[in-house]
């Protein structure tokens, strides 16, 4: 069984920047972890997955070049950095992790976090 908590979400202004972290509680290890946001009335949508060892990563178009994703697997941690943030990047966020392997933007998870609210004023 695997648990993770997300945390770092708070209210920013436009151009600002937030950095996310997902602590995850395990006994094994996790090959692939992921950050996926819902919007307001949105569905749920990727925005970023790193493989086990962090050599592999993806990002939404939608944030490529300003969010950077990246782990600690002796901490059991995964951040997510997000630069020049936007209104349109406001949304609950989501820790998730699994053990399939990595396939960038199409990786299946097994857990999730109750995920942390981000809100970007303009």
């Known amino acids: 069984q695997v648990q993770l908590v997300e945390s770092g979400g708070a209210l920013v202004q436009a151009g600002g920047s937030l950095r996310l972290s997902c602590a995850a509680s395990t006994s094994g290890r996790i090959f692939t972890m992921g950050w996926f946001r819902r919007a307001p009335e949105k569905k749920r949508e990727f925005v970023a997955a790193i493989s086990w060892s962090g050599t592999n990563t993806d990002y939404a178009d939608s944030v490529k070049g300003r969010f950077t994703i990246s782990r600690d697997n002796a901490k059991k941690m995964m951040y997510l950095q997000m630069n020049s943030l936007k209104p349109e990047d406001t949304a609950v966020y989501y820790c998730?992790?699994?053990?399939?392997?990595?396939?960038?933007?199409?990786?299946?998870?097994?857990?999730w976090g109750q995920g942390t609210q981000v809100t970007v004023s303009s």
């Open positions: 998730a992790a699994g053990n399939s392997v990595y396939s960038g933007y199409r990786t299946s998870y097994d857990y």
